[in-house]
Each structure stands twice: as structure tokens, then as C-alpha cells.
């Protein structure tokens, strides 16, 4: 049995003169603090990557700089489903007996810390280097393939898929963490600049400086603890070109399993954690998953079954949409905000009592999934 025993969150946004190296410190000073753990007792340590700070060891290189001297120490990357599947690999590491106290944690400094070349450069390598790449693709311009195809498919109209941008952004609001903390529309949404047709600017996650952690442990700390019920994953694919389908991915085949671990059913889920580095990808995972009927996500969020106070309750920090991204860590603000949700510790943005709750993450272009199941205390 393993539990999430403390997490801890920076700002997103610009944060000037931060590195990847303080943003992971101030992150995880607050897991600790959260958990009443001092350094010492961390025995374990999982990192995400950096893209500003690509270290070949970051794992040992953190944990000389924060103090900890871990028997278990490694670094991950799946792209956007590292934060969950850090969390996961913790999971079962604790389980095994290996580690008590594993402290996850990724940070960068992606906004003022690379140039926008740079960074374009450095994401469009998830596509294939001899059949994507040389034709000057991004990550937008792929996901912009998946949107038009699923809008053909399913009849869906741009404003359906601002529905969720809004919503994201009407959460984030309610957070003085986050990136983005001005109100949009859908008309705003649509008015935005073109970025990948169908998709507009306000339909893509920000890059964000900031950093995330948590604390997954095997002994009881204190008493917001919340218990990792279930967790899997599936990878169907890494390339687009290579994908057998644009309308399916492996969201559907890993919650499904991962719900069976934990011996529920999607029925008994009471908040929702899912990906959202573009409208369409939310509305994508949303729908496969079984969160929505397929081409309904962005109706069912504009009649507000999504909001914090609706039926079920999703991304209530404003997501990566609208309280930033920064690499692994924005995926990990998606667990922070679930354990806080979990333990009634979210402030005004508390949606009632949630007891269960269905985290998914994406990496590359819905390539790699991992969700998991987190219950209550």
C-alpha cells in the first residue's frame, strides 16, 4: 500500500533568475513540509527531465544540491505522462520495500529559460526523424491533425472545443498560483491567433516557468494522506505517421485497467484529473476514457457538468491550459491539486467531498498514457 503524504506547488508564470535546480528545491521543501518530513528521511527520489538543464544525471545531481542522499535514485521520460508515471513507479517501488519515502519532483525554467527557437527545436523531436521532422513540424501542427480529424469524425465545431478553454481558465482564476488569471469567452478563444488550423492560440497551454513535487510513501505522516488505489499504463505508439488511428488511442485501454486495479468503476469517480496541453487533447482523453460521449466534452463542459461545483468536478487548478505548463512539473500540478481536492484542503476552489478520483496523463501526441486512481482518507 502506498499514500500520497505531502505535495507542494510553485507559482507558474515567468518567474525571472528561477533555475531548474530552485524551482525543483522550492517544490519539494514543500512536499516535505506538507508530509512533516524532514530530509533525511527521504530515501527515494524520482526526477523528471529538464529541457533547460538536460543533465545526464539530474536525479544525483538534485539530490546533492537539496541534501538527501536516497538508496534509490532515477530520472524519467515519457514526455507529458512523466509526472504520473514518476508517480506510479514510486507507487510500486514503495510497495516493493524498497524505499519508505520517495520524493517526486520535476521544475524548469521553460519560459525564461530557452529561447522560442529553442524550444520549438527541442519538442518537434518527438516527431520522426525521417519522415516528420524535415517537413518542419510541431507539436501544435500535430495535434492540429488529430483536431481536424476528430471535428470530421464527430461534427464538432471550434467554439465546442473553447467550451473547455474557458472552463480551464474560469478555474485557474480561482488560484493565485496560476499562469493565466484574466477571464476569455469563446469568442475570445476564437478570435485568438491561428496557431495550427483548427487550433487557435487560447487553445494551447502557455510555457511556463515553475516546479512540482510529492511525497509517496509507505508509512502513514499525518492526516491528509490519500491512498494510490490503481495505476497503468499503455503506449500504442510514438509517431504519428505510425499511428494506426487518429480517433484512438491507449486512454481508454490504461484508465480501464488501472479503475480494475483499484476495484471501482468509472461510475464511482467523484473528480477528474486529465491532460490538457491543447483543447482537443482534454476533449480527446475526456471522451475515450468514457468522461464524456464521444464529441460531447465540449458540450457537457459549457453546461457546467465539468465545473467545480458540477457533477464532476476536472481541473479545478485551471489545468495546463490556464495554470501553466512547465514540462513534467505541469502534469504534477494535476496531482497536487487531486490530493488537495481529496483532503478538503483546496480552499474556494473545493468541489464538496470528492472520495474517489481518475488522474490520466499523455506523453508525445496521445502516444504514451498513464492514469491512476486516488482515494480519499
Known amino acids: 500500500m502506498s499514500w500520497v503524504t505531502g505535495v507542494g506547488l510553485t507559482p507558474f508564470g515567468e518567474l525571472p533568475h528561477s533555475s531548474t535546480l530552485h524551482l525543483m528545491s522550492d517544490a519539494a521543501q514543500a512536499a516535505l513540509d506538507d508530509a512533516g518530513l524532514e530530509r533525511g528521511e527521504i530515501d527515494g527520489l524520482i526526477c523528471g527531465y529538464s529541457t533547460t538543464m538536460p543533465h545526464l544525471m539530474l536525479s544525483t545531481l538534485f539530490a546533492e544540491h537539496f541534501g538527501i542522499r536516497p538508496r534509490y535514485a532515477h530520472v524519467m521520460l ?15 517501488v514503495v510497495e516493493s520495500g524498497a524505499a519508505r519515502h520517495i520524493l517526486v519532483v520535476a521544475g524548469e525554467n521553460r519560459l525564461t529559460g530557452q529561447g522560442r527557437d529553442s524550444a520549438i527545436q527541442t519538442l518537434a523531436q518527438v ?27 464527430h461534427g464538432v465545431q471550434e467554439r465546442d472545443l473553447a467550451q473547455l478553454a474557458v472552463l480551464m481558465r474560469l478555474n485557474a482564476l480561482m488560484h493565485p498560483g496560476s499562469h493565466f488569471r484574466s477571464p ?56 504519428v505517421s505510425a499511428a494506426p488511428s487518429l480517433s484512438q488511442f491507449g486512454a481508454g485501454a490504461s484508465s480501464a485497467e488501472a479503475l480494475a486495479a483499484a476495484r471501482v468503476t468509472l461510475a464511482d469517480i467523484e473528480y477528474a484529473a486529465i491532460y490538457d496541453s491543447f ?26 457538468h465539468f465545473s467545480h461545483d458540477g457533477k464532476l468536478a476536472l481541473n479545478t487548478h485551471g489545468g495546463l491550459l490556464s495554470y501553466g505548463h512547465c514540462g513534467v512539473g505541469g502534469a504534477m500540478a494535476h496531482l497536487v491539486e487531486t490530493q488537495l481536492q481529496l483532503t478538503g484542503r483546496a480552499d474556494g476552489r473545493q468541489a464538496g467531498s470528492p472520495r474517489l478520483a481518475l488522474l490520466h496523463g499523455d506523453g508525445g501526441v496521445l502516444s504514451s498514457h498513464v492514469s491512476m486512481v486516488l482515494e480519499a482518507p
Open 127 to 153: 516527431g520522426h526523424v525521417d519522415y516528420e521532422v524535415p517537413f518542419g513540424a510541431t507539436i501544435p501542427a500535430y495535434y492540429g491533425l488529430v483536431a481536424s480529424r476528430y471535428m470530421y469524425e
Open 184 to 239: 476569455i469567452d469563446v469568442e475570445a478563444v476564437l478570435a485568438s491567433t491561428p496557431i495550427a488550423s483548427p487550433l487557435k492560440l487560447l487553445d494551447c497551454c502557455p510555457v511556463s516557468d515553475g516546479g512540482a513535487a510529492f511525497i509517496i510513501s509507505r508509512d502513514l505522516t499525518r492526516a491528509h494522506n490519500v491512498k494510490i488505489r490503481g495505476a497503468a499504463q499503455a503506449h500504442t505508439f510514438q509517431h
Open 279 to 304: 483543447t482537443i487533447t482534454l476533449a480527446i482523453l475526456l471522451e475515450e476514457i468514457g468522461l464524456a460521449p464521444r464529441g460531447g466534452a465540449g458540450k457537457l463542459a459549457a453546461e457546467g
Open 78 to 92: 515519457v514526455g507529458g505522462a512523466t509526472g504520473f508515471a514518476m508517480a506510479m513507479a514510486a507507487h510500486l
